[in-house]
């Protein structure tokens, strides 16, 4: 099922009884760990014949990742395997707009030991030495690139220099409700593969109560937090963010104006104007199941992690694909574009053996059946408090290490229902012509990132016209990349 290059080598994995895993749950949940850093580990006895090799000498190991029940869970199976080692969590912050927290804490000596980072600021970071690199490692411990999807592997490589292991990836997803399809006289097994496609379904699918919208066809700003959403726009009309050589910033070209423009278009002409629209999807703030699960969107740009999350609500009849519907001059091509999270080790930390020994380990098979075993039983937890029907399934955004994936295929994507098989086989399927968000980023990533969040919501709100809200974005952007580039070469 896989499309992750196979590996060589197989790594044997222990299993966690969910009774087991839930104890070492509930005993931590809600704990604050705290330590401060010791010496590293002790080197094996190098004195050969019967002498016992020294007791690695305990750390305790400072960890900025995600503060919630799975990661608190795994984190107390890890230090149960390694007795010598005790992890300090501590929660990573924001993580979209410049990581502020990291970059701050690393630049004054005193950032975590190891950290959760997301890849598309990973090349600006990485070339302003906020991560160690880890090459040197992988060759001591025979670990091989070949053995991760191959865009994490890039996203992550500076200058030929590998700075951290992929821990999981995720691309844009396209869904529609199979039964809107029905109802509208549309194939429900078959969803807009072009932006024309949208045009004529949206209208079909739209469900009026008077003069008022009842259930939109499409928006192309739902869901609102994704304010990334004008990048897989442009690039499904053929846009890219940078030049080759990554030093002129290209957000202002046509196919990014006309991508704005179109959905800017589609949502006065179709979706009853931003404002409506945009009362209409704050009305869901807050709440746990957004307008596309509750069936009053009909078909919607997401990502894949929704898979799985759309699967709790079976009277929810959808489906979706990795291929994003294109503009007419793209048509034919596949588009999509994929990122996710990385552990990264700080450059200045004395701990390298023990936080590149809990990077192993947490990207690989045996963190998969951790993770699996408590996050099966939240979903059926989850479940029973809602009092939902059915049965709770699994199916979290894949592992990018092959023998992690090869065990997540096998004990949990295996479980799925048909329909959600197929679907996370069209999202492996996307990663292998997706484009990573390192190499759209670029040394200017956080800068960029904002310049698609003001100007979508300038063309939006009508604050600006797309062409103006582009080029304001593209100027903020180009100075910052102009100014890495500078520091880079001067250094």
């Given at each position: ?34 330590g ?14 019967d ?39 501590g929660?990573?912050?924001?993580a979209?707009?410049g ?35 880890v ?28 700075y ?6 995720g ?21 807009p ?76 002409e ?16 807050g ?63 004395e ?5 590149w ?27 029973e ?6 049965k ?57 990132w ?16 797309p ?22 070469e001067?250094?």
């Open positions: 099922m896989a499309t992750i290059t196979p590996a060589e080598k197989t790594f044997d994995h222990k299993g966690v009884s969910r009774r087991q895993f839930l104890q070492r749950a509930a005993g931590i949940a809600g704990l604050a760990l705290a401060g850093a010791c010496a590293p580990a002790a080197a094996p006895s190098a004195t050969g014949g002498m016992a090799a020294p007791a690695p000498e305990p750390v305790t190991l400072q960890l900025w990742w995600r503060i919630n029940p799975t990661t608190q869970g795994v984190i107390q199976v890890f230090e149960e395997d390694h007795p010598d080692i005790t992890i300090a969590l929660d990573l912050g924001e979209v707009y990581t502020p927290k990291y970059v701050t804490a690393v630049a004054a000596g005193k950032g975590p030991d190891v950290s959760y980072q997301n890849r598309h600021t990973f090349r600006q970071f990485a070339s302003r030495n906020l991560y160690r690199p090459e040197d490692l992988m060759d001591r411990d025979n670990i091989s690139k070949d053995d991760f999807m191959a865009g994490p592997i890039a996203d992550l490589t500076w200058q030929g220099m590998l951290g292991l992929p821990h999981t990836a691309t844009r997803y396209f869904f529609w409700n199979r039964s809107h399809f029905e109802e509208a006289g549309l194939d429900p097994d078959k969803g593969e072009t932006w024309e496609d949208l045009l004529e379904m949206t209208p079909q699918l739209n469900k009026m109560a008077g003069d008022r919208i009842e259930r939109y066809g499409f928006l192309p700003h739902f869901p609102p937090g994704l304010s990334d959403q004008l990048l897989i726009y442009a690039m499904e009309n053929g846009g890219a963010s940078q030049d080759e050589e990554g030093r002129t910033i290209l957000i202002d070209t046509d196919p990014w104006i006309e991508a704005l423009t179109w959905c800017v278009n589609i949502i006065d179709h979706g009853g104007g931003n404002a409506a629209a945009s009362s209409f999807m704050e009305g869901f703030s709440q746990p199941v957004d307008p596309f699960a509750q069936g009053q969107v009909a078909m919607c740009s997401y990502g894949n992690w929704m898979i799985g999350n759309y699967a709790k609500f079976p009277d929810l009849d959808y489906d979706g694909t990795g291929v994003m519907p294109v503009s007419a001059g793209m048509e034919g091509k596949q588009v999509n574009w994929s990122c996710g999270w990385t552990f990264v080790i700080d450059p200045n930390t701990l390298v053996d023990p936080g020994e809990f990077i192993k380990w947490v990207i690989g098979p045996e963190y998969v059946m951790a993770a699996g075993t408590v996050g099966l039983e939240l979903e059926t937890a989850e479940w408090r809602q009092q939902l029907p059915g709770p399934i699994f199916a979290p955004t894949p592992p990018v290490y092959q023998p992690a994936m090869e065990v997540m295929e096998a004990e949990f994507y295996t479980q799925l229902p048909p329909r959600q098989k197929q679907m996370m086989q069209r999202y492996l399927d996307s990663e292998t012509f997706a484009v990573g968000c390192g190499q759209i980023a670029g040394l200017a990533a956080a800068e960029l904002i310049g698609f969040k003001n100007a979508w919501e300038a063309a939006l709100t009508k604050k600006s016209t062409q103006e809200a582009l080029q304001a974005a593209k100027a903020d952007v180009q100075k910052a990349l102009d100014a890495a580039w500078e520091n880079l001067t250094s």
